[in-house]
């Protein structure tokens, strides 16, 4: 039932399928994909994030291309006009990745593997609330998602940030769908916040916490002073896939409960 071959285009539906035993139907992924291995290792990469290999997805004859967020709107527009089916999701939170994998696993022809999936996931995430909520202190956590120029974190991690038991350093600024709506203009906002932590994701490079620490204005900053400037892989955390809910909800909960722990 369901599609037989599938073109990923982003990573979230390579590992989501892997995860539902369903790997045998993808027939191309992304070029970012780091989850699951096996994928990285067995299957041709014909997409980067913002541009694709039409000629080389339409080659593997799919069935349908899956991939996220309008940034991917070009992909799917010459996709589409080539005749391809196309999905396009857009979850941008915690709630909304656990639908997506059911939507998922319900488009390929198994939603009970889909929902049992979804199911465990929202398990640790309540654990991870339960053992949180017992925190003395929690730290005010400005997480980065790029820094010049500098953009904060997107919904899904900001939700997250606050279940491993942080405080969100600009929550107005998370709803932000967009990357752009995100930039920082004035980095005085983010000192405004004194933020206790700094997290940094810079996807696609290494996080410099000496930078960070380097920035005008920034050595009052309490996690600049206490060193408490952390990097969580970009991988684990800036995929709204299965992968954030998990490895990357560990490390912020590492962080976190780290600090709370020293600062109790």
Not at 146 to 163: C, H, N, Q, T
Not at 223 to 240: F, M, N, T, W, Y
Request: charged share 25%; with cysteine; aromatic share 6%.
């Amino acid at each position: 039932m369901g599609p037989r071959r599938i073109v990923c285009l982003t990573e979230e539906p390579t590992e989501t399928l892997y995860l539902l035993g369903e790997q045998e139907r993808i027939v191309g992924i992304s070029g970012f994909t780091v989850r699951p291995p096996a994928a990285r290792r067995d299957k041709p990469k014909v997409s980067a994030f913002t541009s694709a290999k039409v000629d080389r997805i339409l080659a593997l004859e799919p069935d349908i291309a899956i991939g996220f967020s309008d940034i991917q709107a070009d992909i799917a527009q010459a996709l589409i006009k080539a005749g391809v089916e196309v999905w396009i999701s857009n979850h941008r939170s915690v709630e909304q990745i656990l639908d997506y994998i059911r939507r998922l696993g319900a488009l390929v022809g198994v939603p009970a593997k889909a929902n049992a999936l979804a199911d465990d996931l929202e398990r640790g995430l309540d654990t991870v609330r339960e053992s949180s909520a017992r925190l003395a202190r929690r730290p005010t956590v400005y997480f980065e998602e790029w820094d010049e120029p500098l953009i904060s974190g997107i919904r899904w991690v900001s939700e997250l940030i606050g279940i491993a038991g942080g405080n969100e350093a600009l929550p107005h600024r998370a709803v932000h769908s967009l990357a752009k709506d995100r930039i920082i203009a004035d980095p005085a906002e983010i000192i405004a916040t004194a933020p206790d932590v700094i997290i940094g994701s810079w996807c696609g490079k290494r996080f410099r916490p000496e930078r960070v620490a380097a920035r005008a204005g920034w050595e009052n900053v309490p996690a600049v002073r206490d060193g408490e400037l952390h990097e969580v892989k970009s991988p684990l955390i800036l995929q709204p896939g299965p992968a954030a809910l998990t490895d990357g909800l560990a490390e912020l909960v590492r962080i976190i409960h780290g600090w709370a722990a020293r600062h109790a």
